[in-house]
């Protein structure tokens, strides 16, 4: 049963346009996540948000923003696309004495033109 | 520097065969230990973990995974595989606490062949 649901499942975009992808977790977690799978399903972590502070932020480009509510949602935004931002954006969350398992969302597939 | 390694890329079994998908790792100290499996077009989903006792742990779908501290492994397994186990595998850890530092392996691509 999906409890981390993320909007919109595609994304089909031009260079330069500005983006945001939408990810709601019903778990009562209270750490989220924002993972990028590359086209060889390699996975890098963006961004981890434990109740509402953000935690970690590994170094990716400043056109992406994080952004959070509450500590079910978790917002990404890409200022400016680029073409090698083309990948799949994955939202995930966790209890942080929840020992650590990571649920994750299906989720959004980025295509830039 | 922590690392997880899944030292095949693609493996290619037939239906009704046993599978192995290997992974080492290295951390320092003592990491809790997971198996994730990410069928196409979704996000990633636990099969099991391990962090202490019994070094064989059951979980879902018949996969087992043996851990290893001598060896530093952690090796998926399952008696006979079907053609709805075709996925991608990721062996992950990450500390006893604090998910920011969950290290991924890079998968390995499973097809089950008829």
């Known amino acids: 049963e999906t409890a981390v649901f993320q909007t919109p499942n595609y994304h089909v975009t031009q260079v330069g346009n500005e983006v945001s992808f939408n990810c709601k977790q019903t778990?009562?977690?209270?750490?989220m996540y924002w993972y990028k799978q590359d086209s060889k399903k390699l996975l890098k972590i963006m961004f981890s948000?434990?109740?509402?502070?953000?935690?970690v932020n590994e170094t990716v480009p400043r056109r992406f923003s994080p952004q959070s509510s509450d500590k079910a949602h978790l917002n990404l935004r890409i200022k400016s696309v680029e073409p090698e931002d083309s990948a799949v954006y994955l939202c995930?969350?966790?209890?942080?004495?929840?020992?650590?398992?990571?649920?994750f969302g299906a989720g959004t597939r980025l295509s830039v033109l | 520097a922590q690392s997880v390694t899944q030292p095949d890329a693609r493996v290619t079994v037939s239906e009704g065969a046993s599978l192995q998908l290997r992974c080492k790792y290295s951390?320092?100290?003592?990491?809790?230990l997971f198996w994730y499996v990410q069928y196409q077009r979704q996000g990633l989903q636990l099969l099991l973990k391990?962090?202490?006792?019994?070094?064989v742990v059951q979980g879902v779908n018949g996969f087992e995974a043996e851990f290893s501290k001598s060896d530093s492994s952690f090796h998926l397994r399952k008696a006979s595989v079907h053609w709805s186990d075709s996925a991608v595998y990721f062996c992950?850890?990450?500390?006893?606490?604090?998910?920011?530092?969950?290290?991924f392996g890079a998968g390995t691509r499973l097809k089950v062949i008829a």
């Open positions: 948000y434990n109740n509402k502070q953000l935690i």
């Open positions: 951390y320092s100290g003592t990491p809790y």
């Open positions: 992950a850890a990450s500390p006893y606490t604090g998910n920011y530092k969950y290290v």
């Open positions: 995930a969350s966790s209890s942080y004495w929840g020992q650590n398992t990571l649920y």
């Open positions: 778990l009562g977690h209270d750490t």
């Open positions: 391990y962090y202490s006792g019994d070094p």
